[in-house]
């Protein structure tokens, strides 16, 4: 037998897949006419293994093929039945309320909450998500959430991961416990440089201070001075070189953007000291009012779930069965809960894509915990 008959068979056998999966997906939407009408839930896992379990029986040699396509198949079919049941939901109907006209623009002023002070990043960060935006400087996260909250600020400018370093854990944990939104997101190219005040030589370098996220970014240049160098985790970049100018010791320095060595009158010593150039911060915009504008691709989760096998594939599963990209998907620990997590995804989704609406109730359903953080456009 020659390769083309061997294909033409293939196509033959293809063919008859294909009516019966049609068939098999037909019928599926009859169990989930079903379910509605009988109040019952999509999953249902005791006829899940056992369909699996007979499967594997029967499969022999290829048993661990033909038990990833019945999974595969089980997936699409309660995607489709979830497009039936979940079309709209209390979720659902919260999220299209903040979906704004088509001819919706982002505004481009408003009052808006920088931790920092001038020449931090999350002022050239402001600067890209609302262009004429008022900037207020305040001490802390929180305190951007607290002007946001009460009502001063419009938005906050907030850091929320950086590619090398990991996420900003309280960032995400603030805009849970708050209710906050995402509204918009954008990506600088973080460059650290090591500054002091004039006449600052290296070998004078006792201390330098700098926020926790740039020293972990700069751990292999600070790696290379030497024990004789100690670290001083600091708010905000430009608050450290803003003190080592006020302080005038020598012995201090501060790993802050170049921009500041100009604002603060402070001598560049080493420029670059990042450990990769491939260094880049995401920076969000958040608000306490919701909302979803035109050309929002990027989607932001919480999710926790059962600590048991399986638990996250089946999490996963309703994102793969519709088509959905994950962009991310990161564990983080419960506190004061033994191996339990959350899980902060990003998806490259638009709630107006055909079943993206029912996959988020699909999964909110599926979840211990579900926290949509918002639909945005990444600028």
Do not use: W
Request: charged share 25%; glycine share 6%; hydrophobic share 40%.
């Amino acid at each position: 037998m020659d390769l083309k008959e061997i294909r033409n068979q293939i196509d033959e056998i293809d063919s008859g897949i294909l009516d019966l999966f049609l068939k098999r997906m037909a019928l599926s939407e009859k169990v989930a006419e079903y379910k509605i009408a009988n109040n019952l839930p999509i999953l249902n896992r005791e006829r899940e293994r056992e369909i699996l379990k007979d499967v594997m029986e029967k499969s022999g040699a290829d048993e661990a093929y033909a038990y990833r396509l019945f999974q595969t198949l089980m997936s699409l079919s309660k995607a489709k039945q979830g497009n039936l049941l979940y079309g709209n939901t209390p979720l659902t109907d919260r999220i299209k309320e903040t979906v704004q006209p088509l001819d919706a623009v982002f505004p481009e002023t408003g009052m808006v909450a920088c931790q920092g002070v001038e020449g931090a990043n999350s002022q050239e960060a402001c600067e890209r998500l609302v262009k004429r935006g008022n900037i207020m400087y305040v001490k802390t996260f929180q305190a951007v959430f607290d002007a946001v909250d009460s009502g001063f600020c419009d938005y906050g400018v907030v850091p929320i991961e950086n590619n090398m370093n990991g996420s900003v854990r309280a960032v995400y944990d603030l805009i849970r416990e708050r209710n906050f939104a995402i509204v918009r997101a954008t990506k600088l190219n973080i460059r650290h440089a090591l500054m002091g005040i004039p006449g600052t030589k290296m070998s004078d370098i006792k201390n330098i201070i700098s926020h926790e996220q740039a020293l972990g970014q700069c751990s292999g240049f600070i790696q290379s001075l030497g024990d004789k160098v100690h670290t001083t985790a600091y708010a905000n970049t430009a608050v450290a070189a803003r003190d080592v100018a006020n302080g005038k010791d020598k012995s201090v320095a501060s790993i802050s953007s170049p921009v500041c060595a100009k604002l603060y009158g402070l001598e560049i010593l080493k420029t670059d000291i990042q450990d990769s150039d491939n260094n880049y911060t995401r920076f969000i915009l958040v608000s306490k009012k919701p909302k979803i504008y035109p050309g929002a691709d990027h989607m932001s989760l919480i999710v926790s779930c059962e600590n048991r096998a399986g638990a996250l594939e089946e999490i996963l599963s309703i994102l793969s069965a519709r088509g959905v990209n994950m962009t991310k998907l990161e564990s983080i620990p419960v506190p004061r809960r033994d191996f339990e997590f959350r899980f902060y995804l990003d998806l490259d989704a638009n709630i107006h894509a055909p079943g993206v609406l029912s996959m988020l109730s699909d999964l909110e359903k599926h979840v211990d915990s579900f926290t949509f953080l918002g639909n945005y456009p990444v600028v």
